[in-house]
C-alpha cells in the first residue's frame, strides 16, 4: 500500500514567516512529487512540482526533495494570509495515477 | 475558461434519486479521474480512464457508473446513494495516465444525500 503522510496540522505561522510543510511517502522508487493549493471548499491547484533530488524555487515558493529520506517539503517565503489553505502532497510511482497525502491546514495570521 | 468544468457545483438527491455529474476537459489530456473527498479523509481515487478505456476501478460501489464516451468527457452517473456519499467529488484529467507531470482539477461538485 503506497503512502503519502502530512502532518495535519493546523500549522500556524505569523504573516511574513517562512512556513514549512512536510511531507514523507512510503513507495522508494516514486518518480515525481506535487504540491497542491486547497482553499476551502474549492478543488486542489498544482503549485510545484519537483523531480530530482535538491531544491526547486519558484517565486515565494521552493519545493525540497530527499529521495534518500523519501521525503519532500514546501517552504513558503514571506507568508501572507492569503497562503492560508489546506496543502496536498501527492507522489507519482510512474504508472500509476497519483497518491495524494491527507494535507496539511496552513493558517497565516495577520 | 478553465481547463476542467464539472456540473453541477452543488447537488442535493435523495436515496432513491438518479442523477449524473458532468465534467469536460479543454488540455487536449489523455487521462481523465473520479475522486472522492471527505471531511478530514485524503483524496479517494475512484475511477481512471485513458483514452476512453477504464483501466482502474478502486473497489467503488456499484451505484456509482462512470461513463467516457470520448477522451474529453467524463461522467458519474449516480443512483440509490447513501448519505454517507455525501462528498465533494472531483474531476481531473493528466497528459497522461501516468500522471507524471501533475494533475488538472475541476472545480467539483458538492453532493448531498438526503
Known amino acids: 500500500q503506497k503512502e503519502v503522510e502530512q502532518n495535519s496540522g493546523p500549522l500556524s505561522v505569523p504573516e511574513g514567516a517562512i512556513a514549512s510543510l512536510n511531507c514523507t511517502y512510503s513507495d522508494r522508487v516514486s518518480q515525481s512529487f506535487f504540491w497542491y493549493r486547497q482553499y476551502s471548499g474549492k478543488s486542489p491547484e498544482l503549485i510545484m512540482s519537483?523531480?530530482?533530488?535538491g531544491d526547486k524555487e519558484d517565486g515565494r515558493f521552493t519545493a525540497q526533495l530527499n529521495k534518500a529520506s523519501q521525503y519532500v517539503s514546501l517552504l513558503i517565503r514571506d507568508s501572507q494570509p492569503s497562503d492560508s489553505a489546506t496543502y496536498l502532497c501527492?507522489?507519482?510511482?510512474?504508472?500509476?495515477?497519483?497518491?495524494f497525502g491527507k494535507g496539511t491546514r496552513l493558517s497565516v495570521i495577520a | 475558461e478553465t481547463g476542467v468544468t464539472q456540473t453541477p457545483r452543488h447537488l442535493v438527491m435523495g436515496m432513491t434519486n438518479k442523477k449524473s455529474l458532468k465534467c469536460e476537459q479543454h488540455l487536449g489530456h489523455n487521462a481523465m479521474y473520479w475522486y472522492k473527498q471527505s471531511a478530514k479523509k485524503p483524496l479517494e481515487l475512484m475511477f481512471v480512464y485513458s483514452l476512453e478505456e477504464r483501466v482502474e476501478n478502486n473497489s467503488v460501489p456499484s451505484r456509482f457508473s462512470p461513463e467516457c464516451p470520448n477522451s474529453s468527457h467524463l461522467f458519474l452517473h449516480l443512483h440509490t446513494l447513501q448519505p454517507e456519499d455525501s462528498a465533494l467529488y472531483l474531476c481531473?484529467?493528466?497528459?497522461?495516465?501516468?500522471?507524471?507531470?501533475?494533475?488538472?482539477f475541476g472545480s467539483g461538485t458538492r453532493l448531498t444525500v438526503v
Open positions: 481531473a484529467s493528466s497528459q497522461d495516465r501516468t500522471d507524471s507531470y501533475g494533475s488538472a
Open positions: 501527492a507522489v507519482n510511482s510512474g504508472n500509476t495515477p497519483l497518491v
Open positions: 519537483i523531480y530530482s533530488n
